[in-house]
């Protein structure tokens, strides 16, 4: 049971209503999540301006940075956010046997991606630090050092969510990510 109703529309604080109202058309409904944090204006406008820092600047795709939402959700143990990054993952290209593979830890069919979502489990589970090992191995199967700073933003925002969604017990309103 979560800890805090999730608002609507018509209930949420004013100055949360305009960033609710965008994300109720992005996803075609007020998501709990989004319900949730528009009971504090900082906390959804925060959350909304990383993602929208990160559409306006970032360098990964789609496929990448559900990828690594998957993969800090696993590791953070968050089902909201798995279940979230499950759609998102469909609809940026990846398949169910891929998610579940990413969910895991067991990233055999994309060497590269699998650098990558390494360090960004490591990060999480490490509280930020990672092995020098991990790092030189991110660089040296063509990740940037641009990139690997960028990934930083992308685990901090799915921890955001992740921790939210821990601290306020998110009902899921979505699909469960497949079972692992």
């Known amino acids: 049971m979560p800890r805090i109703p999730v608002h609507t529309l018509e209930t949420a604080p004013e100055d949360s209503r305009d960033a609710l109202k965008a994300l109720d058309v992005k996803f075609g409904k007020v998501l709990n999540i989004h319900g949730e944090m528009a009971h504090s204006p900082v906390a959804l406008q925060s959350y909304v301006a990383l993602q929208e820092v990160i559409a306006d600047h970032g360098s990964f795709d789609g496929r990448t940075r559900e990828a690594i939402a998957l ?93 939210f969604n821990h601290f306020v017990q998110t009902d899921l309103d979505l699909p469960a990510a497949p079972a692992l």
């Open 71 to 163: 993969a800090v959700g696993n590791v953070d143990d968050c089902s909201y956010c798995q279940a979230a990054h499950t759609g998102g993952g469909r609809a940026a290209g990846l398949s169910d046997d891929e998610m579940v593979a990413i969910r895991a830890g067991a990233v055999d069919f994309d060497p590269t991606l699998a650098a990558l979502l390494e360090l960004a489990r490591e990060y999480t589970a490490d509280v930020g630090s990672v092995r020098d090992a991990t790092w030189q191995t991110a660089l040296d199967s063509g990740w940037s050092d641009e990139q690997l700073t960028e990934l930083s933003v992308h685990v901090t925002l799915n921890l955001f969510t992740n921790y």
